[in-house]
């Protein structure tokens, strides 16, 4: 890569390792903080070029389909690993916000592996709601 491609010259190539990894770290970015694909706008765009000229913001379809396979990615690891434990405890957790504003509920697998001899813990899901009472 020359000076003239990092200063707004060439765009990385849809297949370069660079493009994939920005790519895959923005795909996590927007499916972990549950961000709405609409996020991926013009003023997010520009926001990207200001960072990193030479990479182009793939379509929403494109991100899409990278949240697809990093969350196909991860089941397949988490059931690696359900499926060689020899015990697992399935645990709910339920927590409000400070004044109870907000409500959080998770459901966590706590397992032990022989393999690496180490204790393990997989949220399996969580939930969040900003309709809460005391009252139920």
Same mark, same amino acid.
């Given at each position: 890569? !020359?000076?003239?491609?990092?200063?707004?010259?060439?765009?990385?190539?849809?297949?370069?390792?660079?493009?994939?990894?920005?790519?895959?770290?923005?795909?996590?970015?927007?499916?972990?903080?549950?961000?709405?694909?609409?996020?991926?706008?013009?003023?997010?765009?520009?926001? $990207?070029? !200001?960072?990193?000229?030479?990479?182009?913001?793939?379509?929403?379809?494109?991100?899409?389909?990278?949240? $697809?396979?990093?969350?196909?990615?991860?089941?397949?690891?988490?059931? %690696?690993?359900?499926?060689?434990?020899?015990?697992?405890?399935?645990? $709910?957790?339920?927590? %409000?916000?400070?004044?109870?504003?907000?409500?959080?509920?998770?459901?966590?697998?706590?397992?032990?592996? !022989?393999?690496?001899?180490?204790?393990?813990?997989?949220?399996?899901?969580?939930?969040?709601?900003?309709?809460?009472?005391?009252?139920?």
């Amino acid at each position: 890569m !020359t000076l003239h491609d990092t200063m707004g010259g060439r765009k990385y190539s849809c297949q370069s390792d660079k493009y994939c990894s920005i790519t895959r770290k923005l795909a996590v970015f927007i499916g972990w903080t549950n961000a709405l694909i609409s996020f991926v706008d013009d003023s997010f765009k520009l926001f $990207t070029q !200001t960072l990193d000229s030479s990479y182009e913001l793939p379509s929403r379809t494109k991100i899409i389909k990278e949240i $697809t396979v990093i969350c196909n990615k991860l089941k397949k690891e988490i059931l %690696t690993y359900l499926h060689s434990a020899q015990y697992v405890n399935i645990c $709910t957790e339920i927590w %409000t916000k400070k004044g109870m504003s907000a409500l959080f509920l998770e459901i966590i697998a706590h397992f032990f592996l !022989t393999k690496d001899k180490k204790r393990h813990n997989i949220t399996l899901a969580a939930h969040f709601t900003t309709h809460c009472s005391e009252s139920g």
